[in-house]
């Protein structure tokens, strides 16, 4: 009876939830928020000569500039990858490609490269809901992985940093759910679901099995907000008992910002809701060498969007022909590997160590004077 | 009865605590009756997320003992030829050990990843409390149904040809339901169990499966005449569930006319159905008439997890390391588990080149009449992927 009784309750409370969700969303959002995904075939398209397409999305800011390096690289190695390139942008609505095409693309190619989205500050139509999770939503690209590690030759505070970050993206802070509830006061809503926290745990555990790490650290604040965090946390351990062989351990934002600052090597994997994971994302990447540097990749279960580690637009940089294009590199070494293309993915790879190395060619941010081209250059002369 | 308590807990005084081992849930104190019905029939199982990311797969892969470490192998490198969006968590299990812990964590893995890939496991253990790893495996995970696909290859050489059989067989009750004890010195009691609700389970999977693959006919196998209780549940709840299909023919066999018939008449035979231990019989005789243990492949399904291993449940310890293993059983294995994921592309490239390399290259280990090595089967099989990818060669069907 109890066990009934239990059961009614829940079925109302999530009733209850789905509701509360439906009316708070704006209305634009409420029809887009469907996910293309599991409509389409699951491999990976290849067609008959065995190319393989991939979603192209340039971006803001120096976006385009760095895109156009990979397009050159991949060009030089000839590798058998075909773009298929849509100018996706928040801040230029006009020009922009429909969200619609930009998802069936990537639903259809299952892989992605994209640029970073810029993100105004301010909202001229009302709506909450940013281009980037829209996208995201639209794709349930759920878990953004992001492979802090020091590279060669860039001088930075701390030697050898090498963890993975892994944040949920789609709910928590960023739910797009806010209102004035009386002049003067905004409430702004965290959503945190079991479903969602057990699946980022899950990912987490099962890329530290994939990558051979040996211990999982669940970032979090349960100890303020001791139901949102306290649920995350709950998952992450419920599903850590799957996993008797890699560590779990807890920790708490601010002491986990500190420890990342201070000694940043005993982190191996972490697992984050979807704040924390944004500031210890680029807190990490600041660790590194910076936005320039850091590649990133969020996962839904059919697709894969690669992505810059640390979203920057860098705007002041726009033409200017000096932004760092290995971040980008790496991201298209990591989506070659992802496609099975591992030669390729190395070879990129070796590159850039090659050419970090070396020393010779650096760009502004690694405290050179060369130019994005010539980096680009550099990169396609060490291709072996 | 107290006798019997109590001779069973001077026999294995260490039973108390290791008996559980394998149990997914096991409470600290048990009394012997607890003890005595220690398999629960159907396991309650936790929903966990499933293993997909970015369109690729986490598998479980369980290499097993004897030539299962060396057939793997070839699965991964034909796999790795192909760019199967896989990735395997290799698992490897001791077999000398005494105690559950690989295979617990064999497991535990599974149930993460949902599929699992597993080559025949050792159980070299003959202490009475160590369970036989594989029966851990399918009863843990509540595999209840077996599918093993017996269709004829062209390329063998066999007595009869054109053979297409599903046998489906009840995979974690029956007589596999590791109950025996002495009740008395000299006399001892194996217990078949067969419960109405997974024969049902079982049935319905079985016809089902015929439904869904425009299958004709349902053989119920059954020893009822003499079993009239255990087997007659059996064969009466698959009666009762033909009704409800009324497009698939059903009809019941013997075990032992069963087998007869299959020897001597393979092509009456569509879908099977049947209990356990005569499930094993019964594709074991399938697996011989089709060319012995290195073609086929089998699938263990449960209403949340898959695993697939070749067909004959055989080690082949003898023939380990030697070269001369048939790689196609695990070949196909791979191919069931591929479809299972739902990468039919990656699946029927490797079929049509496995189909290519036995049935028309007629390249063939040892032990179904060919003279090649298992790593120039797998390096044909490799070079064929891309003529078939190239050409649209069909699959030569028998």
Known sequence: MSLITRNVFRTLVQGSQHVSKGLHTTAVNADKNVCFAPLSISTLQASKEGRIKCTLIPGDGVGPELVYSVQEVFKAANIPVDFESFFFSEVNPTLSAPLEDVVNSIAKNKICIKGILATPDFSHTGELQTLNMKLRNALDLYANVVHVKSLPNVNCRHKDVDCIIIREQTEGEYSALEHESVPGVVECLKIITAAKSERIAKFAFDYAVKMGRKKVTAVHKANIMKLGDGLFLRSCEEIGKLYPRIQFEKMIVDNCTMQMVSNPNQFDVMVTPNLYGNIVDNLASGLVGGAGVVAGASYSAECAVFEQGARHIFSGAVGKNIANPTAMLLCSANLLAHVNLHSYSKMIKGAINKVLSDGKVRTKDLGGQSTTKDFTNAIIHCLT | ?398
Do not use: W
């Open chain 2, 1 to 398: 009865m107290a006798l019997r308590l109590l001779s069973k807990a001077r026999v294995v005084p260490e039973l108390r605590n290791v008996a559980f081992a394998s149990s997914a849930a096991a409470p600290a104190e048990l009394s012997d009756f607890d003890m005595q019905h220690k398999t629960p029939v159907i396991r309650k199982q936790q929903l966990i997320p499933k293993a997909q990311y970015g369109g690729r797969h986490a598998v479980t892969m369980l290499p097993g003992g004897g030539i299962g470490p060396e057939c793997m192998g070839y699965v991964r490198e034909i796999f790795k030829y192909i760019g199967a969006p896989v990735d395997f968590e290799v698992v490897d299990i001791d077999p000398t050990v005494d105690n559950d812990d690989d295979v617990q964590y064999a497991i535990t893995t599974i149930k993460r990843n949902g599929v699992g890939l597993k080559g025949n496991i050792e159980t070299k253990s003959e202490a009475a409390y160590v369970t036989s790893r594989n029966v851990a495996l399918r009863n843990e995970l509540d595999m209840y149904a077996y599918v093993l696909n017996c269709k004829s290859f062209a390329g063998v050489p066999t007595r009869h040809k054109d053979i297409d059989i599903q046998i489906i067989r009840q995979n974690t009750e029956g007589e596999y339901a590791m109950l025996e004890h002495e009740s008395v010195r000299g006399v001892i009691e194996s217990m078949k169990v067969v419960t109405a609700s997974n024969s049902e389970r079982v049935a319905r999977f079985a016809f089902e499966f015929a439904k869904k693959n425009g299958r004709k006919k349902v053989t119920t196998v059954h020893k009822a005449n003499i079993m009239k209780l255990s087997d007659g549940l059996f064969l009466e709840t698959s009666r009762r569930l033909a009704k409800e299909y009324p497009d698939i023919e059903h009809n019941d066999m013997i075990i032992d006319n069963c087998c007869m018939q299959l020897v001597a008449k393979p092509h009456q035979f569509d879908v099977m159905l049947m209990t356990n231990l005569y499930g094993s019989i019964v594709s074991n005789v399938v697996c011989g008439i089709l060319g012995g243990a290195g073609l086929l492949s089998g699938r263990n399904y449960g209403d949340h997890y898959a695993v697939f291993e070749p067909g004959t449940r055989n080690t082949g310890t003898a023939i380990a390391g030697k070269n001369i293993a048939n790689p196609i059983a695990m070949i196909n294995a791979s191919i069931d588990m591929l479809e299972h994921l739902g990468h039919h592309f990656h699946a029927d490239l490797l079929r049509r080149a496995v189909n290519k390399t036995v049935n028309v290259d007629r390249i063939l280990t040892p032990d179904v009449g060919g003279s090649s090595s298992s790593s120039e089967v797998v390096d044909s099989i490799i070079d064929n992927i891309e003529t078939v990818a190239k050409n649209e060669i069909p699959i030569v069907l028998a």
